[in-house]
């Protein structure tokens, strides 16, 4: 049965990061066109009011877990259909994840973890956080997320489709100061434009 969940029984941060990146991280993106595809993904994630999709999360070992994922700038939440019911909301720089099958809640702090980077309101991809690589593809684009003052400690990438100039969130990876992967490929995502209501994103462990 697979453990309750990596944030609290392994210490691992959601994520994960490919060869090719991690051998370009902390390094300065400095062309005009890596800044100009920042600004875009900037936009995205503080503009993407209402957004859904459904996720297929792959642990390290392989395991998989699958559910729905809602996000506001700075709010998420995921409940989990397999490989039991769960929850994670994350907000205001806390994490509650919540297992249902063993009654066990976790509350822990995103100050120095890779999810905190999601979830800065509003997110600011300069300053305080430093973008390692940025990569495209056919119809996509990939950016590495570290915090400036402690790269060590984790890296967030995020994938999208990129089309027509478009962009549409499809992958979230971390990986933890232990270099431990944890993978969220989304299906189905869309952005209504209107706010979830607050009561989704509640730390508390009773809805």
């Known amino acids: 049965m697979k453990p309750a969940f990596p944030f609290a029984t392994r210490r691992l941060m959601m994520g994960g990061l490919l060869t090719l990146l991690a051998a370009c991280a902390g390094a300065p993106v400095q ?58 909301v994350a907000q205001n720089g806390h994490l509650l994840f919540v297992d249902h099958r063993r009654e066990s809640v976790t509350r822990m702090s995103l100050g120095h973890q890779p999810l905190g980077l999601l979830l800065d309101q509003p997110v600011h991809l300069s300053g305080l956080i430093s973008v390692t690589a940025v990569q495209h593809g056919q119809n996509s684009l990939q950016v590495s997320l570290a915090r400036r003052d402690s790269e060590s400690q984790g890296i967030l990438t995020l994938g999208f489709s990129d089309i027509a100039g478009k962009l549409s969130l499809l992958v979230i990876e971390m990986t933890d100061v232990e270099r431990q992967h944890i993978r969220l490929d989304l299906t189905d995502t869309t952005v209504s434009g209107q706010k979830w209501p607050d009561a989704i994103f509640t730390l508390s462990a009773s809805n």
Do not use: C
């Not at 993407?48 to 699958?66: E, H, I, M, R, Y």
């Open 31 to 88: 062309q005009p066109d890596q800044q100009a595809d920042i600004a875009r993904v900037e936009a995205y994630l503080n503009t993407s009011d209402g957004l859904q999709a459904n996720f297929v999360q792959t642990w390290p070992d392989g395991g998989k877990g699958q559910g729905v994922m809602h996000y506001d700038p700075g709010r998420l939440r995921l409940d989990y259909e397999t490989p039991g019911s769960m929850k994670l």
